[in-house]
């Protein structure tokens, strides 16, 4: 159970290392719902993404003769990030498994940072395997993506910053793979700005989260064939416990639309996010009846793209 | 003579139309140059660039009976966005003159605000003319991109937004182009922050502004061949006069590396920007050695990039 004094903790602990991003508005999402719309820029995170800031949550929660022994994770993208930097700030070795298919971008970052990557097969048991089998010879801590009641505390801060600055909003969207950053966003919103509905959103072609709370069983598999590579896991077992509970809904975005909408959203706002991040914005765009009127603050996960290899 | 009470009054006039833009920092720069870098984000503004500030200082001091003959003016860019966007917000109609072979993101941009665009032959003679034959016919009220002092007015408010967060800092940079903003950035410094040294950034290949500062003499011709496109113009009558007695520097930008370092900056900072805005980039690298240990702001003027044209 995360409480009210894990999250103000955790926004304590996470600060200095995590940013304060901008919480930025946009005529052209306003102009096209009718309402007012919030960007939370966490591509302006020192790793261009969220992730920071469970892993900082993560990192800084361990003691030092744990620490010493060095970091290991498996990751196809942000929080291999995450985990390379932390471990480059607090000067220890760091281990990260990715699938050799991942997004060379990120892997090229992930190696800036000074971590070791070992590459494995592309599926998720080669990747639990690998880390696993890594952490136990050499030691090293393991710090999961997203599975873990500190990850989510540390993702929590980022709607702590939202509410923070604004008590009044109607709604939080965020993007949900793994559910991290949904389950932290949906606590912060819980304990400190109650009448303000936690929605995720997912693609389609991803869709485990909305039939697991559609039928309040999480779902386990899911065969993600989408283009928004940061949600094709599925939902952890913690953050699926919190977002059954504590969420509004999950609002799914049409697959075909989210590449499309990557460059619109480009265009209008001159930011570059990844296809993870736009899936909020399509699935919004399809209830936009709801969103008339209304304040919102969406999180923009991260903009690590490659720009070699653009959908 | 632009008063501090000028200035004063210019930042609260603007004050709803033109956004207070985020700064934001970055590692990447941080570490590139061992100092702390704050990027001024003026492509966050609606119309995606700062010139929305000169453009609503001066339409803001038309008495109604001229304001309701409509707006006129001639850009290549980011300023007929804001005189376009300036009449739709004023409900007036607004002409704009833009050269043949603008950038069509620009043109479009103009348009969607519902301006009248006409376009005319690519040279400067061309354009003025055109406009004034429109202004004269029509009676529509001229708003010049640059060399009007309500102009230098609207454009400083960005550096006061800047001071209001920051009263230690050791430069401010600018591009450089027809110098509004970077003689209206000066005064702002002068009167509210006069340890904080100003500094023009230039293509070498657009350098009419070094010459004229090092000459103390304007130059007023240029054979402009940047992929700068918001730079080619030359230093207006006003600001130069302004320019010349209150910055600290001009630096200048190798051409060759604009394109580079514009896909480098996207790519670490997950902005979008336009290629005049990484001339003081470019320059302030040729000069690292004067930045270590210093606080630096950079305006970053705007996000108006041609995705179908990309250098």
């Known amino acids: 159970m995360i409480s009210k004094l894990d999250i103000q903790q955790a926004s304590s602990r996470v600060r200095g290392i995590s940013v304060k991003t901008p919480l930025i508005g946009n005529t052209f999402l306003n102009d096209l719902w009718d309402c007012e719309v919030l960007l939370k820029c966490e591509q302006f995170q020192s790793i261009g993404a969220f992730k920071i800031r469970g892993a900082a949550n993560f990192a800084l929660q361990l003691k030092p003769e744990e620490l010493s022994r060095g970091l290991v994770t498996h990751s196809s993208g942000n929080h291999a990030q995450a985990v390379s930097y932390m471990a480059y700030i607090m000067k220890v070795k760091a281990v990260i498994v990715m699938p050799k298919n991942s997004n060379q971008q990120k892997i090229k970052n992930a190696r800036k940072w000074g971590a070791e990557i070992v590459l494995c097969e592309p599926t998720i048991e080669s990747r639990i395997e690998t880390a696993n089998a890594i952490a136990k010879e050499s030691g090293c801590i393991m710090i999961p993506p997203f599975d873990h009641e500190w990850i989510v505390a540390g993702q929590s801060t980022a709607a702590m910053e939202i509410i923070a600055e604004h008590n009044d909003l109607d709604y939080i969207i965020t993007p949900l793979g793994g559910g991290g950053l949904l389950a932290g966003t949906s606590l912060s919103a819980r304990y400190f700005s109650p009448n303000t509905k936690v929605i995720g959103a997912e693609p389609e072609e991803a869709a485990d989260g909305y039939e697991g709370f559609s039928s309040d069983e999480r779902v386990t598999t899911v065969n993600a064939n989408t283009v928004a590579d940061g949600l094709r896991t599925t939902v952890g077992e913690i953050p699926f416990e919190i977002i059954k509970s504590n969420i509004h809904d999950i ?15 480009w265009n209008e706002t001159k930011m570059i996010v990844e296809p993870s991040c736009v899936v909020p914005l399509v699935a919004m765009h399809a209830q936009k009846e709801k969103l008339k009127g209304k304040k919102i603050a969406v999180i923009i996960t991260g903009g690590n793209v490659d720009f070699n290899a653009l959908p």
């Open 251 to 265: 609002w799914l975005a049409q697959e075909d639309q989210i590449v499309e909408w990557m460059y619109r959203f």
